[in-house]
């Protein structure tokens, strides 16, 4: 499936299975569109990977999502919702369980004790999870299809992409700046 930009955006959410590349596609995205990214992980995840509490946590998003513009990466089903309703496009990653659970494994063994800077904040390195991976394994069976619901009320411009060859495709459509 090739899909391109209907439209120039402001609000894009990506979403997909941990792995997938969420963050790395919406790096790419506000680098050639100049819109502000907004890692949740960033937001939610506090020093020692302590939860953000909840009502704290759908504030934030909220806040986030009221925004004119913007990119934001992650899932985050509770607040889901939040975002849909005020998003004009949704990427949607939704590849192979043995892709996005190589690429986990993989950058969990390469990154141990080290932390995504853009991505994390101080206090939460890489480090090998078991609990994770299973729920990478078991994100098809157990989260998409929650997701997928959710996803189904959204009204714009939905690119879901279930390869990341397929996503290769989409640099060649998004033109630079002038986004918002």
């Keep these: 499936m090739t899909e391109t930009w209907e439209r120039k955006v402001q609000r894009v959410m990506v979403v997909g299975c941990p792995g997938a590349g969420k963050s790395t596609v919406a790096k790419r995205l506000a680098a ?3 819109l502000p990214l907004v890692h949740l992980d960033f937001h939610y995840w506090q020093p020692g990977w302590v939860r953000t509490e909840k009502t704290a946590w759908a504030d934030k998003v909220e806040t986030f999502a009221a925004q004119p513009c913007w990119i934001i990466d992650g ?7 939040k975002r849909i309703s005020r998003a004009d496009t949704v990427i949607h990653l939704d590849f192979p369980t043995r892709i996005c659970l190589y690429r986990v494994f993989r950058r969990m063994l390469a990154g141990l004790g080290q932390r995504r800077e853009a991505e994390f904040v101080e206090g939460c390195e890489e ?4 609990k994770f991976l299973w729920f990478v394994l078991n994100y098809k069976r157990t989260n998409r299809p929650r997701d997928l619901e959710k996803l189904a009320c959204f009204e714009g411009q939905m ?3 279930e390869h990341p060859k397929e996503l290769e495709e ?5 033109g630079q700046g002038g986004y918002c």
């Design 32 to 34: 050639v569109t100049g």
């Design 159 to 161: 690119l879901r992409f």
């Design 170 to 174: 989409l640099w060649g459509t998004v």
């Design 127 to 130: 480090r090998f999870d078991w």
């Design 75 to 81: 899932n985050y089903g509770g607040t889901l919702e």
